[in-house]
């Protein structure tokens, strides 16, 4: 199995800070790399597929980035609806896997 | 949107089973599988398996002796069974549905998720 790590695995942050999360994968996964926010009681919901892709509807405010096994997620300006889990997931290889989480919380 | 629907709780050796009902598209879509997610209390997320709508399925190793998917397009629906339950199993099960665009798979909609406590 592709094994996924995050960094850091959380932080603490105020409204208007850049944040940038790092994911790496345990070998190549070319731009296979999907990240999603999960706000606590929630379903997970995608941000960003093919590793720099925004999915529709999904503010501008976040972005991504890397290829191969180094992956990073920005959120250039934390809104308060921000501060939730947020995960990467590897779809290069059978059985998907997805990182830890970086809690991303008020400072 | 995607709804699970299920027994919340569960004994011990017994199986789990969970329907996820699709609306607003076709559980037919060339370009979708279905999935299943979970994620235990206060832990991250692992992926069960998935359906096409052919019935073709794909299952996590970890899990693979103990689940079963199946769907019925009918009804618009696909299902999961895990059996031989123990207290590990209790999480917040999802369904969700997998996008392939051009190669790119993506977990793209998810339900809201169900609880299951596997108790005595």
């Known amino acids: 199995d592709i094994q996924m790590a995050q960094s850091p695995s959380s932080l603490s942050a105020s409204v208007g800070d850049r944040v940038t999360i790092t994911c790496r994968a345990s070998?190549?996964?070319?731009?296979?790399l999907n990240w999603y926010q999960q706000v606590p009681g929630k379903a997970p919901k995608l941000l960003i597929y093919g590793a720099d892709t925004l999915q529709s509807g999904v503010p501008s405010r976040f972005s991504g980035s890397g290829s191969g096994t180094d992956f990073t997620l920005t959120i250039t300006s934390l809104l308060p609806e921000d501060f939730a889990i947020y995960y990467c997931?590897?779809?290069?290889?059978?059985?998907?896997?997805f990182g830890p989480g970086t809690k991303v919380d008020f400072k | 949107h995607l709804q699970e629907s299920g027994p919340g709780l569960v004994r011990p050796s017994e199986t789990l089973s969970l329907t996820c009902t699709v609306s607003g598209g076709s559980i037919g879509n060339s370009h979708y599988y279905w999935a299943w997610i979970r994620q235990p209390p206060g832990k991250g997320l692992q992926w069960i398996g998935y359906i096409y709508y052919s019935g073709t399925t794909s299952y996590n190793p970890s899990l693979k002796s103990r689940v079963t998917m199946s769907v019925d397009t009918s009804k618009n629906q696909f299902s999961l069974n895990l059996n031989s339950v123990t207290a590990a199993d209790t999480a917040v099960y999802y369904c969700?549905?997998?996008?392939?665009?051009?190669?790119?798979?993506?977990?793209?909609?998810w339900g809201l998720g169900t609880l299951v406590t596997v108790s005595s």
């Open positions: 070998q190549s996964i070319s731009s296979r």
């Open positions: 969700a549905s997998l996008r392939n665009w051009g190669g790119i798979l993506d977990f793209d909609y």
């Open positions: 997931q590897q779809s290069y290889s059978l059985p998907f896997t």
